[in-house]
């Protein structure tokens, strides 16, 4: 089984400033898909930003961006030029290669504060 | 595109009554839905996968006696908590996939918005 390990618990950061979230996981699967979503107060989900396992490329999107280290099994998430609407929680999430229905697994999550 | 909705957003029993929770893909047709629990300040615990017109794939641990679920057509499935008591309190969120939008083996899961249920 897969588990998805994110040590920091909570994390804040002043608008504008950069911030990196964490991430680890464990799995004995060759091709898989990484994630994060954003959990704002309001508790609905939103992808953040997904990797493809195969792809040693590392994922952007706009602010966010991630350092996918395969061999490490590590998957953090960069956020730059931090803004008050990045305030939320944050998982890292997983998802096996086989099957279009196959399940996430997330982590514990990491409470993002931006301050002004 | 790909919305999702969950009625109610919130809803409030008696410990012993039963609650029925929907989740609906507005704009596609979800073959599969799954059902999450999330306690405060915790993550999502998946707690079953349902596929149309099958019976729910639930995760170890989960009482399929206790947490009824019901995906009888592509667009709704239904999540329903008999007896409830309030250790059942919590947050319920439902995701679906559109097959019409995988890519290869990728298939983004959309989430609803969330049903909070507390038990008196």
């Known amino acids: 089984a897969q588990t998805v390990t994110q040590s920091q618990p909570e994390m804040s950061v002043q608008e504008a400033e950069t911030v990196t979230l964490s991430c680890t996981y464990d799995t004995s699967e060759n091709n898989y898909y990484l994630f994060w979503y954003k959990q704002p107060p309001s508790r609905q989900m939103i992808l953040v930003i997904r990797?493809?396992?195969?792809?040693?490329q590392n994922a952007t999107e706009n602010r966010f961006s991630v350092n996918f280290q395969k061999a490490a099994k590590s998957f953090s998430l960069k956020i730059s030029d931090s803004q008050l609407g990045d305030t939320a929680m944050y998982f890292c999430?997983?998802?096996?290669?086989?099957?279009?229905?196959?399940?996430?697994?997330f982590g514990t999550g990491t409470r993002l504060q931006v301050t002004l | 595109g790909a919305v999702v909705s969950q009625h109610p957003s919130w809803v409030i029993c008696k410990s012993g009554t039963s609650v029925k929770i929907e989740c609906r893909s507005l704009d596609f047709q979800a073959t599969t839905m799954f059902w999450y629990r999330q306690f405060p300040k915790q993550s999502l615990m998946l707690m079953a996968t349902?596929?149309?017109?099958?019976?729910?794939?639930?995760e170890q641990g989960v009482e399929k006696d206790k947490f009824l679920i019901n995906h009888a057509s592509l667009t709704l499935s239904t999540l329903t908590v008999t007896s409830a008591h309030p250790e059942d309190s919590s947050f319920y969120i439902c995701s679906a996939n559109d097959p019409g939008l995988a890519v290869g083996a990728y298939n983004e899961q959309f989430f609803g918005p969330g049903t909070r249920l507390t038990v008196l």
């Open positions: 349902s596929n149309e017109g099958s019976k729910a794939t639930y």
């Open positions: 999430a997983f998802k096996s290669y086989t099957g279009t229905a196959s399940k996430l697994t």
């Open positions: 990797q493809e396992a195969y792809k040693q």
